[in-house]
């Protein structure tokens, strides 16, 4: 563009204003009819007036050329939101059959400015999908970029299950989660991705198969951080389809008593989770009760889950009417 | 701001969601007020300087807005719907505004065109509505949207205007195009994402219309079921993570269809097509220390989800379990002194965190605000067609 400037190249110069470069004499540029009382009129600045009327006037005349493909990339980089401009630009694309490889490449430098609109994300998928399994490793190296810079980045996260689904890669789908909890155990988007790896993954055996180890991985974590809820919510997501084992095995039991047992953490989670397990039929024994009672600074009361929420009604007082709501739906089974 | 739930951008650094802290809004007008310290914030809802920036907005929207342009609509409904919670109703010409909103309307030239695979719903903007070809009477280029279909009902519902007037058979016959067979939606005939956005969009058009033929509802509550979450809130699409927008679309539009009823906690939960206690934790989960009410497991609480997740809690029946004291101090920090909110405390406010603080301090049942219909997002007397 700076070459173009120095050799007075009005062709093409970018930073000209269309209607003074020469490449465009020949368009009759199409204003926007706003028609008599528009409502909520915008101050468009005259370079977003002036490339809206340009594009209007190529996508009027369905204009399918290079400079038409030019103009919809000046256009975007204004307004990225803009559905039609992606849709027609799709159509120049296709009729120019165009290095999708390349468009690749634009959408990511659009993706610099700005990642977060559907438009961009619908357009790559368009690209992706017409280059196939080939270009698998790139979508997630494309999606492993933007989630660098935004760990919780929720059109990569969907754009990268697609291109799982779609493209392949699961393989090293659960070290990345993994590399991804290192950096943030805090990361509920990565834990969601685990839970749709172990449950969509063609290679995995489905949670079944799974749980020991997934167990295995969230309780390590579970006791590095005991104000994660993103941990304990996975936990329980491991038991979904089997009440009867959540309640019985000893591992879900004993992660609570032994974050119960320490005073240097924040006790709700455990505490709601033990609630949950003594709702859904567990037993206590002599080792819930104490962990608790020793929680108590009021009248222990007998019913262990009613305990259990005057506690978290002192420790989680945000959810205080919450917990005061919990106590009065025990049933008798909890008792 | 491609915010809205309608046009549902949630999720741009200048709007829904959220991620990084303080990412700076889209009105990024410098005042040399950002430089001295920031006063406290009111102890109330300052209902005055809302009405001052509402009403600028409605004369001129800041050139910052351009980038939203293909929304317009979007906008007007922000602005003009955010007017009627206020009271102010008389602050805007009802004729010029329905007249307005009417003009966007894609009309079919005849019956035969509805099998054409379009959508005749209404365009989001002026930007990309050309008038109707003069020699060949047919519509070029038809990119009417469902997500501004929604906003132009919408408007023209708060308005008073009266809805059996306008052709909404072209609009419910030719909306079922937009339906996939799994039964989501997309938001336009020439291709989109499809989401629970648009099947809110399109259940919230039929209810408002009262009128059913425009979708399959047995297709859409599985889809719907299907984005339901292992942690009980929704997500919006299949394996995504749980999302306050996202959920709010899912209970909103089961309720809009009637697949769930009132307070579906107290009813018997084995009955229900979701899970209502996981759900409810869910809910009650993302309010955090602060007060304020987060999108996400983890993330940091914004304005918008106080309405979101605020209204998915009023239509199951457990709003009055919210510690309200601390999500009302939350929202007055994001009170803005040039009036609206922000996302954040302290920060500039935009259009859609202001509507959507609008509709959480209606649900908080602030005394200068009308009452609010949840499932439509909209003020109650408009629902009700009053």
Same mark, same amino acid.
């Given at each position: 563009?700076?070459?173009?400037?120095?050799?007075?190249?009005?062709?093409?110069?970018?930073?000209?204003?269309?209607?003074?470069?020469?490449?465009?004499?020949?368009?009759?540029?199409?204003?926007?009819?706003?028609?008599?009382?528009?409502?909520?009129?915008?101050?468009?600045?005259?370079?977003?007036?002036?490339?809206?009327?340009?594009?209007?006037?190529?996508?009027?005349?369905?204009?399918?050329?290079?400079?038409?493909?030019?103009?919809? @990339?000046?256009?975007?980089?204004? +307004? =990225?939101? /803009? #559905?039609?401009? $992606? *849709?027609? !630009?799709?159509? &120049?694309? %296709?009729?120019?059959?165009?290095?999708?490889?390349?468009?690749?490449?634009?959408? @990511?430098?659009?993706?610099?400015? +700005? =990642?977060? /609109? #559907?438009?961009? $994300? *619908?357009? !790559?998928?368009? &690209?992706? %999908?017409?280059?196939?399994?080939?270009?698998?490793?790139?979508?997630?190296?494309?999606?492993?970029?933007?989630?660098?810079?935004?760990?919780?980045?929720?059109?990569?996260?969907?754009?990268?299950?697609?291109?799982?689904?779609?493209?392949?890669?699961?393989?090293?789908?659960?070290?990345?989660?993994?590399?991804?909890?290192?950096?943030?155990?805090?990361?509920?988007?990565?834990?969601?991705?685990?839970?749709?790896?172990?449950?969509?993954?063609?290679?995995?055996?489905?949670?079944?198969?799974?749980?020991?180890?997934?167990?295995?991985?969230?309780?390590?974590?579970?006791?590095?951080?005991?104000?994660?809820?993103?941990?304990?919510?996975?936990?329980?997501?491991?038991?979904?389809?089997?009440?009867?084992?959540?309640?019985?095995?000893?591992?879900?039991?004993?992660?609570?008593?032994?974050?119960?047992?320490?005073?240097?953490?924040?006790?709700?989670?455990?505490?709601?989770?033990?609630?949950?397990?003594?709702?859904?039929?567990?037993?206590?024994?002599?080792?819930?009760?104490?962990?608790?009672?020793?929680?108590?600074?009021?009248?222990?009361?007998?019913?262990?889950?009613?305990?259990?929420?005057?506690?978290?009604?002192?420790?989680?007082?945000?959810?205080?009417?919450?917990?005061?709501?919990?106590?009065?739906?025990?049933?008798?089974?909890?008792? | 701001?491609?915010?809205?739930?309608?046009?549902?951008?949630?999720?741009?650094?200048?709007?829904?969601?959220?991620?990084?802290?303080?990412?700076?809004?889209?009105?990024?007008?410098?005042?040399?007020?950002?430089?001295?310290?920031?006063?406290?914030?009111?102890?109330?809802?300052?209902?005055?300087?809302?009405?001052?920036?509402?009403?600028?907005?409605?004369?001129?929207?800041?050139?910052?807005?351009?980038?939203?342009?293909?929304?317009?609509?979007?906008?007007?409904?922000?602005?003009?719907?955010?007017?009627?919670?206020?009271?102010?109703?008389?602050?805007?010409?009802?004729?010029?505004?329905?007249?307005?909103?009417?003009?966007?309307?894609?009309?079919?030239?005849?019956?035969?065109?509805?099998?054409?695979?379009?959508?005749?719903?209404?365009?989001?903007?002026?930007?990309?509505?050309?008038?109707?070809?003069?020699?060949?009477?047919?519509?070029?280029?038809?990119?009417?949207?469902?997500?501004?279909?929604?906003?132009?009902?919408?408007?023209?519902?708060?308005?008073?205007?009266?809805?059996?007037?306008?052709?909404?058979?072209?609009?419910?016959?030719?909306?079922?195009?937009?339906?996939?067979?799994?039964?989501?939606?997309?938001?336009?005939?020439?291709?989109?994402?499809?989401?629970?956005?648009?099947?809110?969009?399109?259940?919230?058009?039929?209810?408002?219309?009262?009128?059913?033929?425009?979708?399959?509802?047995?297709?859409?509550?599985?889809?719907?079921?299907?984005?339901?979450?292992?942690?009980?809130?929704?997500?919006?699409?299949?394996?995504?993570?749980?999302?306050?927008?996202?959920?709010?679309?899912?209970?909103?539009?089961?309720?809009?269809?009637?697949?769930?009823?009132?307070?579906?906690?107290?009813?018997?939960?084995?009955?229900?097509?979701?899970?209502?206690?996981?759900?409810?934790?869910?809910?009650?989960?993302?309010?955090?220390?602060?007060?304020?009410?987060?999108?996400?497991?983890?993330?940091?609480?914004?304005?918008?989800?106080?309405?979101?997740?605020?209204?998915?809690?009023?239509?199951?029946?457990?709003?009055?379990?919210?510690?309200?004291?601390?999500?009302?101090?939350?929202?007055?920090?994001?009170?803005?002194?040039?009036?609206?909110?922000?996302?954040?405390?302290?920060?500039?406010?935009?259009?859609?965190?202001?509507?959507?603080?609008?509709?959480?301090?209606?649900?908080?049942?602030?005394?200068?605000?009308?009452?609010?219909?949840?499932?439509?997002?909209?003020?109650?007397?408009?629902?009700?067609?009053?």
């Amino acid at each position: 563009r700076t070459l173009d400037r120095e050799l007075g190249n009005m062709d093409t110069d970018e930073t000209l204003p269309l209607s003074q470069r020469s490449e465009w004499s020949d368009v009759v540029p199409l204003t926007q009819d706003d028609g008599p009382n528009p409502v909520v009129p915008i101050a468009y600045k005259d370079e977003f007036r002036e490339t809206m009327d340009y594009f209007r006037a190529i996508y009027s005349s369905d204009e399918r050329s290079p400079r038409a493909l030019r103009l919809t @990339e000046e256009t975007l980089r204004l +307004n =990225s939101g /803009n #559905y039609t401009v $992606w *849709h027609f !630009r799709r159509l &120049v694309l %296709e009729a120019l059959n165009h290095d999708l490889y390349q468009e690749l490449e634009f959408i @990511e430098s659009i993706a610099e400015d +700005n =990642s977060k /609109n #559907y438009q961009l $994300w *619908h357009h !790559r998928r368009w &690209v992706a %999908e017409k280059l196939g399994p080939d270009v698998a490793g790139r979508e997630l190296e494309f999606t492993r970029r933007v989630l660098s810079l935004d760990a919780k980045h929720y059109h990569a996260w969907s754009h990268r299950q697609w291109a799982l689904r779609a493209l392949g890669g699961w393989e090293d789908e659960l070290d990345y989660c993994h590399e991804l909890l290192e950096a943030d155990v805090f990361n509920n988007s990565a834990w969601n991705q685990r839970y749709y790896v172990i449950t969509r993954s063609p290679s995995s055996g489905g949670v079944e198969a799974m749980r020991e180890s997934e167990v295995s991985y969230t309780i390590k974590a579970i006791l590095t951080n005991p104000a994660n809820e993103s941990s304990w919510l996975y936990l329980k997501a491991l038991y979904k389809d089997n009440k009867e084992l959540w309640i019985s095995d000893p591992s879900v039991s004993s992660v609570c008593l032994n974050v119960l047992s320490r005073t240097d953490c924040f006790h709700g989670f455990a505490l709601s989770t033990l609630l949950d397990l003594l709702c859904e039929g567990l037993s206590p024994t002599n080792e819930h009760i104490d962990s608790v009672r020793a929680l108590a600074t009021e009248e222990p009361d007998t019913n262990l889950a009613n305990l259990v929420c005057t506690i978290l009604g002192r420790v989680d007082p945000i959810r205080a009417n919450y917990w005061a709501w919990r106590k009065s739906k025990i049933t008798v089974a909890a008792m | 701001m491609s915010e809205t739930a309608v046009s549902i951008d949630w999720d741009r650094a200048n709007s829904e969601d959220e991620e990084e802290n303080y990412d700076d809004d889209e009105e990024d007008y410098s005042s040399p007020a950002q430089s001295s310290p920031r006063p406290p914030p009111s102890a109330n809802f300052e209902k005055d300087r809302h009405l001052v920036y509402l009403e600028m907005m409605y004369e001129l929207l800041p050139y910052h807005y351009q980038s939203q342009e293909i929304n317009r609509l979007t906008l007007a409904h922000f602005i003009i719907s955010g007017l009627h919670f206020l009271g102010a109703r008389d602050r805007i010409d009802k004729d010029v505004v329905a007249k307005w909103v009417l003009s966007f309307q894609a009309l079919p030239s005849n019956r035969v065109s509805l099998k054409d695979g379009e959508f005749y719903g209404f365009f989001g903007s002026r930007s990309s509505q050309f008038p109707k070809d003069e020699n060949e009477d047919f519509l070029t280029h038809n990119s009417s949207h469902l997500a501004s279909t929604y906003c132009a009902l919408a408007i023209l519902k708060v308005t008073g205007h009266d809805l059996s007037t306008i052709d909404s058979d072209s609009l419910l016959l030719s909306m079922k195009n937009l339906q996939q067979d799994d039964g989501s939606f997309m938001p336009i005939h020439i291709g989109g994402e499809t989401d629970l956005r648009f099947v809110y969009c399109a259940a919230a058009v039929c209810y408002m219309l009262d009128n059913w033929s425009g979708m399959d509802k047995e297709k859409a509550k599985n889809y719907i079921l299907n984005c339901q979450s292992y942690d009980g809130g929704f997500g919006l699409i299949p394996g995504s993570e749980s999302h306050g927008g996202a959920t709010y679309c899912a209970v909103a539009s089961l309720r809009l269809m009637g697949f769930i009823g009132v307070d579906l906690l107290s009813s018997d939960s084995s009955s229900s097509v979701i899970d209502p206690s996981l759900l409810l934790n869910w809910c009650l989960q993302r309010q955090a220390n602060d007060g304020g009410f987060q999108g996400r497991t983890n993330k940091p609480s914004d304005t918008c989800y106080a309405f979101w997740i605020g209204a998915v809690l009023r239509l199951i029946g457990g709003d009055a379990l919210i510690d309200k004291i601390a999500l009302r101090n939350f929202l007055l920090k994001c009170q803005s002194k040039y009036g609206g909110f922000s996302k954040f405390p302290g920060q500039l406010p935009d259009l859609y965190h202001s509507y959507y603080g609008y509709t959480a301090f209606s649900l908080l049942e602030e005394p200068s605000l009308s009452p609010l219909c949840p499932e439509l997002g909209l003020p109650l007397f408009a629902a009700s067609g009053i």
